[in-house]
């Protein structure tokens, strides 16, 4: 098992924030439909996991597809409600925050890698702070994000997570592929706490 203690004590306390798509459910295109979404095995339960520790939970993830047309809020909204559904029902009553970006535009201060999502979340949820948090994906504007935002990157291998280890070996990426932490998946990440 490797010991992931970067924060000291009380980081049992903090957050831990997750990309969606990819990370916990299967990637395959646009998930806009419930229909669609299908959990990563074990991620569910990690996440179930995490709470029982006593983490709190952040989900925050570009859903492009509103913009280009694919989807609508509302199309998103519903896979969320099913998402939260099948987490209830694997033993994870409740998260602290859902946040989205509508596109995944470099000039939208919403969408990864910019942070304007992690800021909000910080804002209306005043005990979350990323700065003493995880922050998991599967792609390198997740891991870009969470160092702007001061989380500790965490790549999962699902998803697009493969590519994007390949794509830290660069060596323009040198710098974040020491910032990060690279795990198979979401349950393999929740089991060193």
């Known amino acids: 098992m490797i010991e992931i203690n970067w924060l000291g004590k009380n980081s049992k306390k903090c957050v831990i924030g997750l990309d969606r798509d990819g990370v916990i459910n299967q990637q395959n295109g646009y998930i806009t439909s419930p229909d669609e979404f299908t959990p990563i095995e074990n991620s569910l339960e990690a996440v179930a996991y995490l709470r029982r520790k006593g983490f709190q939970i952040a989900i925050i993830s570009n859903q492009s597809g509103i913009t280009k047309g694919l989807m609508t809020d509302k199309d998103v909204d519903d896979v969320h409600a099913k998402m939260l559904d099948l987490l209830g029902k694997a033993g994870c009553p409740s998260i602290d925050a859902i946040y989205y970006s509508t596109s995944s535009h470099k ?5 990864k890698p910019n942070v304007g999502m992690f800021e909000r979340c910080e804002k209306e949820n005043p005990l979350i702070k990323f700065k003493t948090g995880y922050y998991v994906g599967d792609k390198i504007t997740d891991i870009k994000a969470a160092v ?26 040198k710098k974040l592929e020491k910032q990060t932490v690279i795990f198979d998946d979401l349950w393999s990440f929740s089991q060193q706490f």
């Open 107 to 111: 000039k939208d201060y919403y969408a």
């Open 148 to 173: 702007k935002i001061g989380a500790r990157p965490i790549l999962v291998r699902t998803g697009e997570g493969r590519k994007t280890e390949k794509l830290l070996q660069r060596h323009a990426y």
